[in-house]
């Protein structure tokens, strides 16, 4: 009886659901901890891709970004943002306060699953700029407008996907629901996560192949060589550039292994029901899952804040954390070194103020 309950639970979340009960059905199926959960989960995935949004949207030199694409970035945030603006807000609205009908719901499942397919997709098109970028380095610099292409597409067929689900829920037979999940899953789940993976494996593959050839030609040059061309490499910049797109791969990498991660029990629920239609899932084991599908847009800001040197330096400056750490210091020191500190600060406030008296 329990793991009927459960199957019917999954499918009354991908298919519809009884009309009569839809708001109780949520209220009296999911416990406590899922909602308080689903809440924290939802402000944190507002609050931080809101974050990114708004610093790429204030610095044009974020958004023009080519390794990883700035506009691939922004796109998957503004996807996982609509996630956690529109599903956790309108599923409480309807579930506690208002009783909803079930036309709200049908719309509520349309836009909610739109979103979550175009941060899936949005996703597959940054990997897919990563493995360019990596795989076929000399075709990735004309890529720019092809990538913006796709993330356009990504979304079209993210809401293109939900019309037979919207019209399924005004009419169509339960068969048909299922055959169309079973299509959903395949196209929307299982091969964006093929994709990802093939796509990394391939991309690690190439830099273990490229640091294996660095490794070799380090020890047939002589140290002096390697001090010469250290000295003017260091000269150059490439060493920058290098260790710029080295950190951007680790970054874009760390966002799909976490995408990985989270799909995972989803995947499994899903392709159990519908694909092999033999398995059965607890309760349990379904909240977990819609939270973790909802998790994984909630981390990606954090990747991006502690693995891209340049965000993180945009986020200080759109937040003054520099001036306030300066202020601090001045502040915290006492006795002369305060003294001379602030002294310091007031002649270099004096010599650009003449600089600019000059000037005029």
Not at 29 to 58: D, E, K
Not at 109 to 133: E, P, Q
Not at 159 to 174: E, M, N, S
Request: hydrophobic share 45%; proline share 2%; net charge positive.
């Amino acid at each position: 009886m329990e793991n009927q309950t459960a199957n019917s639970d999954i499918a009354n979340l991908t298919t519809s659901i009884n009309k009569q009960n839809l708001n109780s059905y949520f209220s009296s199926h999911y416990q406590t901890w899922f909602w308080v959960l689903h809440a924290l989960i939802s402000a944190l995935t507002v609050v931080g891709n809101g974050l990114v949004i708004w610093v790429i949207l204030c610095k044009r030199s974020l958004l023009e970004e080519t390794s990883p694409n700035g506009r691939s970035i922004l796109s998957l945030a503004v996807a996982d943002f609509c996630v956690g603006v529109f599903n956790a807000p309108v599923k409480f609205i309807c579930v506690f306060w208002s009783k909803c009908g079930y036309l709200t719901w049908a719309i509520y499942s349309f836009f909610g699953n739109a979103f979550m397919n175009a941060s899936v997709l949005n996703l597959c098109v940054l990997t897919c700029d990563r493995y360019i970028a990596i795989v076929h380095p000399y075709k990735h610099a004309g890529q720019a407008g092809i990538t913006r292409g796709l993330s356009l597409l990504a979304w079209t067929i993210s809401f293109a996907l939900q019309i037979p689900d919207l019209l399924g829920h005004v009419g169509a037979t339960r068969e048909a629901s299922v055959e169309f999940n079973s299509v959903y899953i395949i196209s929307l789940n299982i091969l964006p996560t093929l994709w990802m993976m093939y796509a990394y494996a391939r991309i690690l593959l190439v830099v273990r192949k490229h640091h294996l050839q660095i490794r070799k030609l380090e020890r047939q040059i002589s140290s002096n060589a390697v001090e010469a061309l250290e000295r003017t490499s260091t000269k150059s910049g490439k060493p920058k550039s290098v260790a710029h797109g080295a950190r951007s791969f680790k970054t874009v990498g760390v966002v799909v292994a976490i995408f990985l991660v989270c799909n995972s029990f989803y995947l499994y629920v899903m392709a159990c029901f519908y694909l092999a239609k033999l398995c059965s899932c607890s309760l349990g084991l379904t909240s977990i899952m819609v939270l973790l599908r909802y998790l994984n847009s909630a981390v990606n800001v954090f990747v991006y804040a502690f693995m891209k040197n340049n965000f993180q330096r945009e986020l200080k400056r759109a937040f003054h954390f520099d001036r306030m750490r300066i202020n601090q210091d001045g502040d915290n020191q006492t006795g002369s070194e305060g003294s001379a500190f602030r002294l310091k600060r007031i002649n270099r406030f004096l010599l650009e103020k003449d600089k600019v008296t000059s000037t005029c």
